[in-house]
């Protein structure tokens, strides 16, 4: 079974993406320079990654990815920052 992760990447008009993958350096790698890139981030370069972290299986990855996505952007920068914890957002389900 692989190890998940989930990241955050910002976009060049600040705009935070959320996602997951097994392979945070190459999933970044496309959305730079390949057609493999999400819709979001197309054309919105320069990204940067903020954020990455081990995450576990895919049905955890996908339940975090979740509640993430539903979070503020101020809340995605506490979880950027470390103010806010991903255990956290599991335990508030």
Avoid: W
């Amino acid at each position: 079974m692989s190890e998940y992760y989930l990241y955050l990447i910002r976009r060049n008009d600040g705009a935070l993406y959320t996602g997951i993958t097994t392979d945070v350096k190459r999933r970044f790698n496309e959305h730079c320079h390949t057609p493999l890139a999400a819709k979001a981030l197309k054309g919105r370069g320069p990204l940067r990654l903020e954020f990455s972290q081990a995450v576990g299986d895919r049905s955890r990855a996908s339940k975090l990815e979740y509640q993430v996505k539903k979070l503020s952007k101020k809340q995605k920068l506490a979880l950027i920052s470390g103010a806010l914890s991903l255990s956290s957002l599991l335990s508030s389900e």
